[in-house]
Antibody, heavy 125, light 109 residues
Framework: EVQLVESGGGLVQPGGSLRLSCAAS????????MNWVRQAPGKGLEWVSY????????YYADSVKGRFTISRDNAKNSLYLQMNSLRAEDTAVYYC??????????????????WGQGTLVTVSS | SSELTQDPAVSVALGQTVRITCQGD??????ASWYQQKPGQAPVLVIY???NRPSGIPDRFSGSSSGNTASLTITGAQAEDEADYYC????????????FGTGTKVTVL
C-alpha cells in the first residue's frame, strides 16, 4: 500500500523551530518529487514547498522562503521540513504529498497523490 | 495572476448533477487536478490530467477544461460526495510552483 505518514507537529512559541518528517512506504520514494502543503484552521490549501527526486531542485512559497527548509533522505524513504522563525500565521495542518506527472503531446499533467494524514503545527505563546 | 478562483459553495439535490468551476490563467498552460476533502481528513485526488480518475474514484466524477476554466462534474451526486473540493495546477506566472483554488463547499440536499 502506498502510504505517507507525517510526524513532528506540536505546539511551539513564536520565533521557535520545528522539524516535520514524512515517512514513505509502498513505492520507490527516490523516483518521485515531493511536496509540503498546509491548511490553516478553517482555511484552504496552500502549497508550501517542493523537492525533486534527487534534491537538485527546490522551491518555496514566498510566505515561507528564508525560514523553511525542505530536504529528503532517499535511503531512509523520508521527507523533512525544517521550520524556523515560526509565526502565528504558520499555524496549520501540514501534509506531505507525492507529485506525479504525465507528459503527452501538447500537455503536461501534474497532481498530488497520495497525501499523508497531516500533522498539526500550532504557533502560540 | 497566479490565483485559481472557485465559487465558495454550491448545493445539489441527491442524484442530480453539479458542476464546480475553477478559473485562472495557469489553466491555459496546465491541466487542473481536483481534490475532495471531508472534515478532519486529508485531501483525496479525484481527477487529474485531461479527465482521469484514480482507481477507487467513482465514474460519476469527471473533469473538463476550456481556455482558462477547468470544471469538475459530479453526475448523480450521492450523500457521501458532500465535501470541500479544491482545484490545483502548476503556476504559469512563475510566482509559485503550484497554486490551489479557493475551494468549493458542496452540499448534497
Amino acid at each position: 500500500e502506498v502510504q505517507l505518514v507525517e510526524s513532528g507537529g506540536g505546539l511551539v512559541q513564536p520565533g521557535g523551530s520545528l522539524r516535520l518528517s514524512c515517512a514513505a512506504s509502498g513505492f520507490t520514494f527516490s523516483s518521485y518529487s515531493m511536496n509540503w502543503v498546509r491548511q490553516a484552521p478553517g482555511k484552504g490549501l496552500e502549497w508550501v514547498s517542493y523537492i525533486s527526486s534527487s534534491s537538485s531542485t527546490i522551491y518555496y512559497a514566498d510566505s515561507v522562503k528564508g525560514r523553511f527548509t525542505i530536504s529528503r533522505d532517499n535511503a531512509k524513504n523520508s521527507l523533512y521540513l525544517q521550520m524556523n522563525s515560526l509565526r502565528a500565521e504558520d499555524t496549520a495542518v501540514y501534509y506531505c504529498a507525492r507529485e506525479d506527472i504525465v507528459v503527452v503531446p501538447a500537455a503536461i499533467s501534474y497532481w498530488f497523490d497520495p497525501w499523508g494524514q497531516g500533522t498539526l503545527v500550532t504557533v502560540s505563546s | 495572476s497566479s490565483e485559481l478562483t472557485q465559487d465558495p459553495a454550491v448545493s445539489v439535490a441527491l442524484g442530480q448533477t453539479v458542476r464546480i468551476t475553477c478559473q485562472g490563467d495557469s489553466l491555459r498552460s496546465y491541466y487542473a487536478s481536483w481534490y475532495q476533502q471531508k472534515p478532519g481528513q486529508a485531501p483525496v485526488l479525484v481527477i487529474y490530467g485531461k479527465n482521469n480518475r484514480p482507481s477507487g474514484i467513482p465514474d460519476r466524477f469527471s473533469g473538463s477544461s476550456s481556455g482558462n476554466t477547468a470544471s469538475l462534474t459530479i453526475t448523480g451526486a450521492q450523500a457521501e460526495d458532500e465535501a470541500d473540493y479544491y482545484c490545483n495546477s502548476r503556476d504559469s506566472s512563475g510566482n509559485h510552483l503550484y497554486v490551489f483554488g479557493t475551494g468549493t463547499k458542496v452540499t448534497v440536499l
